[in-house]
């Protein structure tokens, strides 16, 4: 008898943990694929008309008859079919409350909360995400409009800058021969020197042979029956002298005294300021060593970083008004001398360079400078920068269409001035756009329409 007992406790435990183990191998299987397998079973049996059967506590579970849950053993239920999607975009997708835009109807009617009559919202406003404001409505979200048209639009490009040098009247003094300085004339930076002022004596063992060259040439000459062979070695010797930094004016009081000269003085080539100097009294010098420069100061050169997005619409020749902290309440007028081709790396900035007369030498190389340039893009079409809504790649603003019907709509803009874009497509002078409260009825538009506009399903994607 007790044997008995304990084969029928074993057997009511085995046929347990079967139920038990099949429960859990149908509960336990991945969502995905359990979703992914009833997805297309319904939509199998959707196509050919049968029924689908469901569990409500196990969606999971799908049945082409009714039966019960395998699961937890509840009836289950037939699902309903899907509605087939309205093709049809001047059919009425529904009715609502202009003032209630949650309530919705199938059919004409009044809105239950405040008793107005409904209307009708057509398909394909749901599907353009349209929304459907009334006045009040608008005035209570703080909706506002402004109508598209044609103005100037001014853009103000801001940089920073700093004074330089101008490069182009730079002038090195160095020597094509080695020697030694014997007595400087200009011995500190800062100096202005003038166009042929001396600035050092100078004794070259090659410059004093070369010296010697032209004398003796130039006495061959006068002794010479041949005048022409001789002519050449003199204009030979002249030249040689030339190149080598002697002026026409000593090569000639070299040909007058009649003897060479040990020191030599060397001058000036160009007028302007000495803002470097390498050269002492009695140093040596080798060819190509340089001694001084010199740059003029009566005009000097702005070198302006501008970020890359304002350098399309910058021409050489454009205007600029530069202010200096240095001297405050002036203002200095420039214009754009040259727009370099190439761009910094790390500051992803253009430069500019500008050009000030400077004939009170108050500029400075190595000041900074605020330079500010006023573009004239002309009178396209234009929209308030506040009516577009950011979306991803995709630029959105909100057409009145009249009648209280606020419509999502794609456009592509340009250049920026001020509150305004410049409008390349998507809109036409005239139309009316929301400028505040877009983003109010933006969020209505994607909770009322179908997420057809919303998702890209216009041919635009959303990123």
């Known amino acids: 008898m007790k044997k008995t007992h304990i084969w029928a406790m074993a057997g009511l435990l085995l046929v347990a943990a079967g139920g038990i183990w099949t429960g859990t191998k149908l509960a336990g299987q991945e969502p995905a694929a359990v979703s992914e397998a009833a997805a297309h079973s319904e939509h199998d049996h959707q196509q050919t008309g049968e029924s689908v059967y469901t569990c409500p506590m196990h969606p999971s579970v799908r049945q082409s008859e009714p039966g019960s849950c395998p699961i937890c053993g509840m009836d289950l239920v037939e699902v309903e079919p899907e509605p087939e999607p309205m093709t049809d975009p001047d059919a009425v997708a529904h009715y609502t409350c202009p003032m209630h835009p949650s309530v919705k109807q199938s059919e004409p009617g009044s809105c239950p909360i405040c008793g107005m009559d409904l209307e009708p919202v057509l398909q394909s406003e749901v599907s353009g995400g349209v929304v459907l404001i009334d006045a009040v409505r608008r005035q209570s979200i703080g909706v506002r409009t402004e109508t598209v048209t044609r103005g100037p639009m001014t853009r103000t490009v801001r940089a920073v800058g700093h004074l330089t040098y101008d490069e182009r009247g730079l002038a090195d003094v160095d020597l094509k021969v080695k020697g030694w300085v014997r007595e400087l004339h200009v011995d500190a930076q800062g100096e202005y020197v003038g166009k042929g002022q001396p600035l050092f004596t100078f004794y070259s063992p090659d410059l004093y042979a070369a010296q010697q060259d032209y004398l003796q040439a130039l006495r061959a000459r006068e002794r010479a029956a041949d ?99 240095y001297l405050p309440g002036r203002e200095f007028k420039g214009t754009i001398d040259h727009i370099y081709p190439y761009m910094d790396e790390d500051a992803r900035t253009g430069r500019v360079r500008l050009v000030l007369r400077n004939p009170d030498l108050e500029l400075r190389p190595n000041m900074y400078a605020d330079v500010e340039l006023k573009v004239d893009l002309g009178s396209p079409l234009r929209v308030p920068q506040e009516a577009v809504i950011y979306t991803g790649p995709r630029r959105i603003v909100f057409l009145d269409l009249g009648e209280g019907r606020l419509k999502p709509t794609e456009i592509q803009v340009g250049r920026s001035a001020g509150a305004y874009f410049e409008v390349l497509s998507g809109l036409s002078s005239g139309d009316v756009v929301v400028t505040s409260g877009n983003f109010l009825v933006a969020a209505e538009s994607r909770l009322r329409s179908a997420a057809t506009f919303w998702s890209g399903g216009d041919g635009s994607h959303e990123h």
């Open 227 to 325: 005048g022409e062979e001789a002519g050449l070695l003199l204009d030979s010797a002249r030249e040689r002298l030339i190149l080598w930094d002697l002026t026409g004016a000593q090569v000639d009081s070299l040909a007058s005294r009649g003897r060479a000269q040990r020191y030599v003085t060397i001058f000036a080539p160009a007028s302007g300021h000495v803002i470097a100097k390498h050269v002492v009294e009695g140093a040596s010098v080798m060819p190509g060593q340089m001694l001084y420069r010199i740059a003029p100061l009566d005009r000097v050169w702005v070198e302006a970083e501008v970020y890359e997005s304002d350098l399309a619409i910058l021409k050489v020749g454009q205007r600029a008004d530069i202010r200096l902290t």
